[in-house]
């Protein structure tokens, strides 16, 4: 637990299996539709997740990763390059969320998914496009094979073998501090906000 008043998990590794989604610059739209943005809370967005790459016009299953049974239960996400990108919804990482990711790893990724993400206490950890094309190879071959990553020391594990990844600076503390929760930490320190607030000279009574 923080140094803070919330409850807050501390996010120092993440272990599970992988689902590969390949292809460079897939954005928010494509992770899920603005059509299914319409709704008062997040709950149920993530069989709306990759929407219109998974399924057809009558609503046919496509081929696509997420609709086979060997990446059912897949919770770390392997990516290639500017993942997340487009407009900053806040819907694309909850979808994802809520289809039973996780974690993200990959070669890199838009700020404000990275952003969205940290909030929701899913890191996203980067490697190079070698590393990254090794491990997607592997995830395909081996659907139940454990990837194990350390936030705290920047590794991931899987098949025998450690390699290193990235996750950035504020990213890794938040995580592993369980500092991410901004909301969770403002309500829980709500009175602390409060007395700062009332005793600044710029902050009036009303």
């Known amino acids: 637990m923080s140094e803070f008043d ?3 998990p501390e996010v120092r590794e993440v272990t599970g ?3 590969p989604i390949r292809g460079n610059d897939i954005d928010t739209d494509q992770i ?3 059509r299914f943005m319409k709704v008062v809370t997040f709950d149920g967005l993530g069989q ?3 929407f219109d790459v998974r399924y057809d016009d009558e609503d046919n299953q496509k081929e696509h990763p997420m609709n086979e049974d060997r990446f059912r239960d897949a919770n770390v996400m392997v990516v290639n390059d500017n993942f997340g ?3 900053s919804r806040e819907h694309a990482p909850q979808a994802l969320m809520r289809w039973g990711i996780d974690a993200f790893i990959g070669e890199s990724f838009a700020e404000i998914f990275a952003g969205n993400c940290l909030a929701l206490g ?3 950890v980067t490697a190079d496009q070698e590393t ?3 491990l997607q190879d592997w995830v395909e071959e081996n659907p139940d094979g454990e990837i194990d990553i350390d936030v705290e020391s920047e590794t991931v594990t899987y098949g025998g073998q450690t390699v290193e990844v990235t ?3 504020a990213q890794r503390q938040a995580l592993v501090e369980g500092i991410w929760d901004t909301t969770a930490l403002m309500s829980a320190n709500e009175n602390e906000i409060e007395r700062t607030a009332t005793s600044l000279p710029y902050v009036g009574n009303t």
């Open 17 to 19: 299996t992988g689902v």
């Open 132 to 134: 990254i094309a090794d």
């Open 32 to 34: 899920i539709p603005a």
């Open 48 to 50: 709306f997740a990759f």
């Open 6 to 8: 919330a409850d807050i």
């Open 122 to 124: 899913m890191p996203t």
């Open 85 to 87: 990108c487009g407009s």
């Open 167 to 169: 996750v950035d600076d």
